[in-house]
């Protein structure tokens, strides 16, 4: 009812680790799930994947869960140029503190890996709106389908990230989900549910928000950032385009104090950006 700005909003990851925990996930997936992991394991698995600078989430598969659980992995790599995903499986949960973290013990693939957050312990709007999404990406394309745990945002829920590239949508639930999977596929974006690419900061997210929203572009690999000049309550970002760069300079403020999830006791402001000018050279 907000309508709350969803530019520039994508948590950061550069490279994230995404790891099969198949079945009910407490309000933590690693450390409140106690019929699937172990509390000590999996605050070593998080542990360790977190010091050496990945983001870890739990990944499963949407609808009835297999009897037999599966431990699949996916490594991906997010910078722009040099996007990767690996995966693997190993024999159970333990095997996590094993994997080689740049991905190197799996396999690479083509992807993409689509996850949709549905995380109900963490967030109900998660849930309810998380789920019928990655219900009806899973209908086109289940191969690719993951639900996953906590990616930040629940404000915009349903969100959902496609990896390698790291784009980090919000509200899938209102438009057509698997639509932006299918554009994805086409090397597109919709920019008008897109949060921003986990791998920029949150003012190139923004800059790039306005900038499609300027010229029409909608290639997910356009407008990579040149430079990021900071001023005193501007931001100033030029980002590459075919016949040269675009300038765009955000009005770096503060929300108003205001409840970001549904289980939010306490009102809280929020970072937000705001055009200023945009000028191409």
């Known amino acids: ?28 997936a690693f450390l409140d799930s106690p019929l699937l992991i172990d509390r000590e394991l999996g605050r070593s698995i998080c542990r360790r994947i977190e010091t050496e600078g990945l983001r870890v989430t739990a990944i499963r598969r949407p609808g009835r869960r297999d009897e037999t659980p599966r431990w699949r992995w996916f490594i991906a790599h997010c910078e722009e140029g040099s996007e990767a995903l690996y995966s693997g499986e190993v024999d159970d949960a333990r095997g996590y503190l094993n994997i080689a973290l740049d991905g190197s013990d799996g396999e690479r693939v083509d992807g993409p890996l689509v996850a949709v957050c549905a995380h109900g312990k963490h967030d109900q709007c998660c849930a309810v709106r998380g789920r019928s999404a ?33 784009l980090c949508y919000g509200r899938v639930d209102s438009t057509d989900s698997a639509g932006l999977v299918a554009k994805y596929l086409d090397g597109r974006l919709d920019h008008r549910y897109l949060r921003g690419r986990t791998s920029l900061p949150h003012p190139v997210q923004a800059a ?10 909608d290639r997910i690999h356009a407008l990579s950032p040149l430079k990021v000049e900071h001023a005193e309550h501007e931001i100033r970002v030029e ?20 409840l970001s999830m549904c289980r939010a006791t306490v009102p809280g402001a929020v970072r937000t ?3 200023v000018s945009l000028s191409s050279d």
Not at 1 to 28: K, N
């Open 1 to 28: 009812m907000r309508d709350d700005p969803i530019y520039g909003t994508a948590g950061a990851g550069r490279s994230w680790a995404m790891l099969e925990l198949s079945g009910g996930w407490g309000q933590s």
């Open 239 to 258: 980002l590459r385009t075919d016949s040269g760069s675009v300038n765009v300079v955000l009005a770096d403020k503060m929300s108003e104090p205001l």
């Open 134 to 166: 990655a219900s009806a990406i899973a209908a086109e394309y289940p191969e690719i389908t993951w639900e996953c745990s906590h990616l930040g945002g629940d404000r915009f829920a349903a969100t959902m990230l496609i990896l390698p590239e790291g």
């Open 273 to 275: 950006f705001e055009l």
């Open 208 to 217: 790039q928000y306005f900038a499609r929203e300027s010229l029409g572009e």
